[in-house]
Structures are given as structure tokens and as C-alpha cells.
């Protein structure tokens, strides 16, 4: 089946609107070419006129939406988070583990394996594996029961056991002593992420020089920056470019203040900010209790806290989180580049998902003028439509 979408304004692969035309076919974009280029008498056409195409967006920090939980190992509740992110504008995602016991992690991460392929909206296309090497000391919505020395071995095993699908594994670097670890694991090919940590600025320099190329939801559960002590959030926004880090950020406006977001934008730069939605189960539901990774979490007004009144993670989708950073003043390609390719580059699926070009998966999103969701593209098939 060929697809023609006509008259919209398309974000090209450098992230310029243009009055652009897409052919998709076989589940790609096959071209991109000038209003009326494809007229194919077999191609079905989509009028998109007043409507705007990005690039399908990608998130790669989620642990649940829709009352359904990664942590349930339940491919029913991946399906549910698939077709609840495809109404989101979400093509891609990364199912997110907490901190648990190792058998408890290699039931999840062998359901992710087993669901990737099968799902009616987004795709899994890799494991976030947020804990259980984390510091004792910063576990923010982690379980502390279960938090763990940093062991390559058994990373080693739970990446064998579903195929290969785990992308990010969570590290505090001060519990990897001697970097082992880190080299081990970023040495395999899996991205090493900074997280849930109380290293300084040495100790977080240290770990990008020794292979940590990602750092999880930035400012929350780290070191921050103060002039006489930089802190891991100094650290990375002294040694983004360098290292080529990518760095995630909740844009829910309660994680990060808007003027500490627009200080994150600006330092990063256009190329490595990373949106994550950091999603609970509780996300698109309404305010109750709940239980995320053995905690009980209540939701008050939208924001997810355990009982200590530690905010335990998001409610949000990156569709708001969008519409949030665009209201604070972050300019639209940077916007819209840490939804779509930053993502892809971070996971290593830069090539394959994330832009609008010929050649890549036709994962797309179509948004009205005020960037709300109309439609939704996976593989070339219209997954969601806003009547």
C-alpha cells in the first residue's frame, strides 16, 4: 500500500518547515518531494492541509501510562502503553524497569523482548533499565530494598535473557568504584547512564571519561550545580559536547522549574537535550493511590509522590511536556529535536527512526497549529486519529 500525505508543512531532516509532500510505502518514507510530486493513481491520499508533520517522537523513559505497568511483566499492559502513547503522538518507546530483584528484572525485560513487533500503536524498541545500581542515598521513587552494587555479570545475563532490547542501564558512578563496570557494559555497546547518584563533579567526569554517554532525568535525584561545587549537573553542562552526552529532562513544569529547563536547553544545545516523560501507570488516569516498584504512591492534583512527599515520577506524555517547553520559550527546532532524533541518537537508532527523510521508518506525528496531536503513523499505518 503506497500513501501519499499532501498539503501539510513537514519538519525536513534538518528541521526546517517546508511545504512538503511524503510518499510512504512498504512502512518507510520512500520520498519527500514539492506539494503535488506524487500523483500515483494506486497511492491513497491524505489531505493534511492547515496540519503539521514531525517526525514520529520517541520516549525513551516511561514506565507506565494508562493504569498499565512495564514493572507488570504483562505483554497486555506493553499493548496498553502502546496505544495509549500512539494518542500521545508517541511512535517509539522504551519500557523503564525499576529497582528490583534480578529474577523479578529478567521477567520484564523477556515480556518487553516478546512484545516488540506485536503491539497496535508504539513500538518498543529497546529496555530503559533505570535501577538497581543506583546510590543507596539517592533513590528518590526507587525501592531501597532492593538497591545493588553495580554487577556486570549480571547485567551481562538480563541483557541475554530478552535478546539484546536493553539500550540504557542506569549507573551511580561512586558505587562503581573502580569503572569496571562502566567500561565493561558501554563496551558491549549498551549506553551507560548517570543516575540516582551522589558523585560530585570529579567523580561524574570521571564516569563520562571512562564511557557514560547519558545521564537520566537531569537535576532530579543528582548533585546540583553551586559555584564552589559543581556538582554532576555542572558536570554535564561542562562536558556535554565533549563526551557527546545526551541528557533527559521531565518538562512536566514540576520536576524542573521553566527557568532552570531554559538554562538546561541553552547549555545543552540543540543536539543533546533529550524530553522524557519519566511516566508512572498513574499517567492518564485520575488522582488515587497506586503502587509503583513495591512503593505506594499517591497522586494529588497530577503529581505522583510517595508517602515521604518525594515525587515518585510523572504523570505526563511528551505531547504536553511539547507544548510545556514550547510555552517556556524553547525554541521550536530544539523543541522538537528532543522528542524525535535526539532520542533516536541516544539509543542508537539515529539512521532508522526520528527524522523525516527517505530511507527512514515512517513513523510520524500530524499536530494542529496549537501542537496537539491529530494523528499518529507507525510503520506507515495510521494508528490514531482525532475525530
Request: with cysteine.
Amino acid at each position: 500500500m503506497r500513501t501519499v500525505l499532501k498539503n501539510a508543512t513537514v519538519f525536513d531532516e534538518r528541521f526546517c518547515p517546508q511545504e512538503h509532500d511524503l510518499l510512504l510505502e512498504g512502512g518507510r518514507i520512500a520520498a519527500v518531494g514539492a506539494r503535488g510530486a506524487f500523483t500515483a493513481a494506486d497511492a491513497e491520499q491524505v489531505d493534511l492541509s492547515g496540519l503539521t508533520v514531525i517526525p514520529g517522537m520517541i520516549d525513551i523513559h516511561i514506565h507506565g501510562y494508562g493504569g498499565a505497568d512495564t514493572g507488570d511483566a504483562d505483554p497486555a499492559s506493553i499493548e496498553t502503553m502502546s496505544a495509549r502513547l500512539a494518542q500521545h503522538g508517541v511512535t517509539a518507546f522504551c519500557p523503564t524497569s525499576m529497582t528490583l530483584p534480578a529474577d523479578r528484572l529478567e521477567a520484564i525485560f523477556r515480556c518487553v523482548a516478546q512484545s516488540a513487533g506485536h503491539t497496535s500503536g508504539a513500538r518498543p524498541v529497546g529496555i530503559n533499565m533505570e535501577g538497581p545500581y543506583i546510590s543507596p542515598g539517592k533513590v528518590g521513587g526507587q525501592n531501597p530494598a532492593f538497591v545493588r552494587k553495580p554487577d556486570a555479570a549480571e547485567f551481562m545475563r538480563l541483557q541475554e535473557a530478552c535478546g539484546g532490547m536493553i539500550r540504557l542501564v542506569d549507573i551511580a558512578p561512586e558505587e562503581d568504584t573502580d569503572g569496571a563496570f562502566i567500561r565493561t557494559v558501554s563496551g558491549s555497546g549498551t549506553v551507560v547512564s548517570v543516575a540516582h547518584t551522589g558523585a560530585d563533579y570529579d567523580a561524574a567526569c570521571a564516569a563520562f571519561a571512562a564511557g557514560c554517554r547519558h545521564v537520566t532525568h537531569l537535576y532530579n535525584a543528582m548533585s546540583g550545580l553551586n559555584h564552589r561545587s559543581p556538582g554532576v549537573v555542572g558536570a554535564v553542562f561542562d562536558k556535554a559536547q565533549e563526551y557527546g552526552l545526551h541528557a533527559e529532562l521531565i518538562c512536566d513544569g514540576k520536576h524542573i522549574h521553566p527557568a532552570a529547563l531554559r538554562i538546561a536547553f541553552a547549555q545543552l544545545g540543540r543536539d543533546r537535550s533529550v524530553i522524557v516523560s519519566d511516566a508512572l501507570s498513574a499517567a492518564g488516569t485520575s488522582d488515587g493511590r497506586m503502587v509503583s516498584g513495591g512503593l505506594p504512591v499517591v497522586v494529588r492534583d497530577g503529581v505522583a509522590y510517595l508517602d515521604s512527599g518525594v515525587i515518585a515520577g510523572s504523570t505526563t506524555d511528551l505531547e504536553h511536556e511539547l507544548q510545556n517547553v514550547l510555552h517556556f520559550g524553547v525554541p521550536t527546532e530544539q523543541a522538537l529535536r528532543s522528542v524525535t532524533v535526539n532520542p533516536a541518537r541516544a539509543i542508537g537508532m539515529d539512521g532508522e527512526i526520528g527524522r523525516i527523510c527517505a530511507g527512514y521508518r515512517a513513523d510520524l506525528t500530524v499536530m494542529d497549529d496549537a501542537w496537539n496531536v491529530v494523528s499518529t503513523y507507525v510503520g506507515g499505518k495510521r494508528v490514531f486519529h482525532r475525530a
